[in-house]
């Protein structure tokens, strides 16, 4: 089983099906670019793995931050302490997706929205011409499987884009589009992008795409892949291998342009996460300073002053 990339407007990656058998033999498989695993952060007693920006790249596609919240229950020294809240941030130039595999996340901003998402869900921001944002996770407490897991990235809008105003929505679990894979291999959700003709909720800019697949044991998902795109891989938790090479839980493997296939194999005795994502090559000059990502070193200027000038609003808690 296997899955060919083409572009349509209006600008999104289609994934279709091809025959594994037949469209796959003889195809050249894309080459590691590079390969990170950061050291971990910690934050109280919740543990944060920021894996882009590195040193390697800026970006993958249009993203611009990719960055793992995780804990366990053995880690919180009391029950209902693992609340983190960072309190509110300004964000400017990108849209915000916060995916949730384990937890809840509760997400406030000064467009006056408050919303709490439970695992499956996610949290969609367009922070546009200037957003004040703040979210903060909760464990939940299970006997099997870690009790937070949450995935947070940046997109880095083109430069029309960074202008208009912001916008928030919440996608639940039952909005978030789900195909089950060939073989009994495992299903795709579709966080961003198309697939099979389902339409992500998040739309898309730069033919930026976002998948999670859940991959059984001894299955294996191919992809044929468009020289006019940017990929990446970044296992959550669990070891796999992926075009010959094995990359362990944590870290995130990034691919090059010259290459027709992407072939992830889980050689593992119980089912794994892949989280796959990337899209076009961003354009234009990105200039990135904490939560300001702009083209110039001025505009990031101008989001600083409009932030001290208050045109960002306020959270009302």
Not at 51 to 80: C, D, M, T, Y
């Amino acid at each position: 089983m296997s899955f060919v990339i083409a572009i349509y407007p209006p600008r999104v990656a289609i994934l279709t099906y091809v025959n594994s058998n037949s469209a796959m033999s003889g195809k050249i498989k894309n080459k590691v670019r590079f390969r990170v695993q950061s050291n971990a952060a910690w934050q109280g007693e919740i543990k944060v793995l920021h894996l882009l920006p590195n040193e390697f790249a800026k970006a993958i596609g249009p993203i611009v931050f990719l960055e793992h919240v995780l804990s366990s229950r053995q880690s919180f020294s009391k029950s209902l302490e693992g609340v983190l809240g960072g309190g509110s941030r300004p964000h400017r130039g990108v849209a915000t997706l916060t995916y949730i595999l384990a937890g809840e996340v509760e997400h406030a901003d000064s467009l006056g929205n408050h919303e709490k998402l439970s695992a499956g869900g996610a949290h969609w921001m367009k922070a546009g011409n200037g957003v004040l944002r703040d979210e903060g996770v909760q464990p939940e407490f299970q006997s099997t499987a870690p009790d937070l897991s949450i995935v947070k990235l940046w997109i880095n809008l083109p430069s029309h884009l960074k202008s208009e105003a912001p916008e928030y929505f919440s996608i639940s679990p039952v909005e978030i589009g789900r195909q089950e894979l060939d073989d009994n291999a495992g299903w795709i959700k579709i966080l961003a992008g198309e697939y099979k003709n389902c339409i992500a909720k998040v739309p898309s800019s730069s033919n930026e795409f976002l998948f999670h697949i859940c991959l059984q044991a001894g299955k294996q998902f191919s992809i044929t892949t468009d020289q006019r795109l940017e990929y990446a891989a970044f296992l959550p938790a669990s070891s796999a291998i992926a075009n010959d090479v094995e990359f362990q839980g944590g870290e995130v493997l990034a691919f090059t342009p010259l290459g027709e296939l992407i072939e992830i194999s889980n050689v593992r005795n119980t089912a794994i996460d892949i989280i796959l994502f990337g899209g076009e090559p961003y354009n234009e000059p990105i200039v990135t300073e904490e939560n300001f990502v702009m083209n110039t070193p001025h505009e990031i200027t101008q989001a600083y002053n409009d932030y001290y000038d208050g045109k960002y609003g306020q959270i009302n808690t």
